[in-house]
């Protein structure tokens, strides 16, 4: 079994930082990326930022700039560094491992369960 697990999210002024972490428990035998998803009130899950196994990045276009993904493989944890927060930052947040945890099984996807991020004064 894998269980993601998320610590970092609360409560944060506008333009203040606040830095998600996400590790992994349990065997896992690779990580093909990792990543965070958002989804804010009445609004659809979208990607945040995503990391593969090159190190490359992706970034949704409204927090590029503000925010920094990041991973410790061999802590399989993910970080999100977010500056510069915005009131439309406000969503709960979650981790995303696409991952191996068995040598006879196809990689698939893990979730967190979630952490809230709320932006407000």
């Known amino acids: 079994q894998v269980q993601l697990v998320e610590s970092g999210g609360g409560l944060v002024q506008p333009g203040g930082s606040l830095r998600l972490s996400c590790s992994a428990s349990?065997?896992?035998?690779?990580?093909?990326?990792m990543g965070w998803y958002r989804q804010a009130p009445g609004k659809q899950r979208e990607l945040v930022a995503a990391?593969?196994?090159?190190?490359?990045?992706n970034y949704a276009d409204s927090v590029k700039g503000r925010f920094t993904i990041s991973r410790d493989n061999a802590k399989n944890t993910v970080y999100l560094q977010m500056n510069s927060l915005k009131p439309e930052d406000t969503a709960v947040y979650y981790c995303?491992?696409?991952?191996?945890?068995?040598?006879?099984?196809?990689?698939?996807?893990?979730w967190g369960k979630g952490t809230l991020v709320t932006v407000s004064s």
């Open positions: 995303n491992f696409n991952a191996r945890i068995r040598w006879f099984e196809r990689s698939m996807d893990y």
């Open positions: 349990g065997t896992i035998l690779s990580i093909n990326a």
């Open positions: 990391i593969v196994n090159g190190a490359s990045t």
